[in-house]
């Protein structure tokens, strides 16, 4: 069953601009993750984060978690076109494994 | 290799037909994954491998999926009587260890049942 839900399920900017999606679960986590996709192949992974973490920096992105609302954003700044993809949350729970949400699919338009 | 590397990257087969998707895992990584993803869904969890212990199956969505890891490295999952429902890009991922580490994914199969 998939534990990530994220939203919006499609986004559409401009380049230049920021994107935010979000990202919701349902039970107690150790970490969560966020993956990009191009074109419906493999994923690359971009950044964890602990349940007892709240805020986390990689370069143009921004991840926060929210373990009390159990939501986690992603934050890309100054868009690119390249960063067209879907973008994925994914959790870790006790001894379970990676559970991915369905996806927000953005398009940076140059 | 560098990478998690899945053979073949595209399968065509028949109704009814068996067929076997390969993924060999970056050296040293103890945690596999595979995972199902149709066009334009989420991935769905199949099976995932965690060094000697038994192999989580509950992702499994038939008895005609099944999956082996031989000596703790390469991973062979079969699709028996293959049904057009069956056809998705099939997903493998490894990990260092289970827990709060990054997973590396393959590029996928593509399987297509006519």
């Known amino acids: 069953s998939q534990q990530g839900e994220e939203d919006p399920q499609a986004l559409s900017i401009q380049e230049g601009e920021n994107a935010t999606m979000n990202c919701s679960y349902k039970?107690?986590?150790?970490?969560l993750q966020w993956y990009r996709q191009n074109s419906g192949r493999g994923l690359v992974h971009l950044i964890l984060?602990?349940?007892?973490?709240r805020e986390k920096h990689s370069g143009r992105l921004r991840v926060t978690l929210d373990t009390s609302k159990k939501s986690s954003s992603l934050l890309i700044t100054a868009s690119r076109a390249a960063d067209t993809a879907s973008y994925f949350c994914?959790?870790?729970?006790?001894?379970?494994?990676?559970?991915f949400g369905k996806g927000t699919r953005l398009s940076v338009i140059a | 290799g560098a990478g998690v590397s899945q053979s073949p990257s595209n399968k065509v087969t028949e109704k009814g037909k068996d067929v076997e998707l390969r993924c060999d895992p970056i050296?040293?990584?103890?945690?596999l994954y595979w995972y199902r993803q149709s066009l334009g869904q989420g991935l769905e969890f199949l099976i995932y491998?965690?060094?000697?212990?038994?192999?989580?199956k509950s992702g499994l969505p038939s008895d005609r999926f099944s999956a082996e890891r031989t000596g703790g490295s390469v991973s062979t999952l079969t699709i028996q009587r293959t049904q057009q429902e069956d056809s998705a890009v099939y997903l493998c991922?490894?990990?260092?260890?289970?827990?709060?580490?990054?997973?590396?994914f393959g590029q996928g199969t593509r399987l297509t049942v006519v």
């Open positions: 039970t107690s986590i150790n970490n």
């Open positions: 050296s040293g990584h103890t945690a």
């Open positions: 491998f965690q060094g000697n212990s038994a192999p989580d």
């Open positions: 991922a490894s990990s260092l260890e289970q827990r709060n580490t990054e997973a590396f």
């Open positions: 984060i602990r349940s007892n973490e």
């Open positions: 994914a959790t870790h729970s006790g001894n379970t494994p990676l559970v």
